[in-house]
């Protein structure tokens, strides 16, 4: 069984900074790919960011692109989201993901966290 923990969330000023972890147990070798979403008001799940444990491979979504950076330590099974210059739009649960497939979809990921809270506001 798969366990993934979010921690880091919270509440910032717009322009300020939040890193979120993402601690990964159990069978880690059934998911090649990691990614971040967000659920803002709304039935969807919105893309962030992905990456994959055996490369240095990162993609970006255009709205967080040069201010979100998704990393991760193969050692610590953790995948990271370095958020610098937050927005007030940047507000919503952000949860970590786990699959087999390079993709923006969330329906294509297996496992999920229980998410953390980020609220942007002055």
């Known amino acids: 069984q798969v366990q993934l923990v979010e921690s880091g969330g919270g509440l910032v000023q717009p322009g300020g900074s939040l890193r979120l972890s993402c601690v990964v147990s159990g069978r880690t070798s059934s998911m090649t790919v990691m990614a971040w979403f967000r659920q803002v008001p709304g039935p969807e799940r919105e893309f962030v960011a992905r990456t994959t444990w055996g490369s240095d491979w990162k993609y970006h979504a255009e709205s967080v692109k040069g201010r979100f950076t998704i990393s991760r330590d193969n050692a610590k099974n953790t995948v990271s989201l370095q958020m610098d210059r937050l927005k007030p739009e940047d507000s919503g649960v952000y949860y970590c993901?786990?699959?087999?497939?390079?993709?923006?979809?969330?329906?294509?990921?297996?496992?999920w966290g229980q998410g953390t809270q980020v609220t942007v506001s002055s």
């Open positions: 993901a786990g699959g087999k497939q390079a993709t923006t979809d969330a329906r294509a990921y297996d496992s």
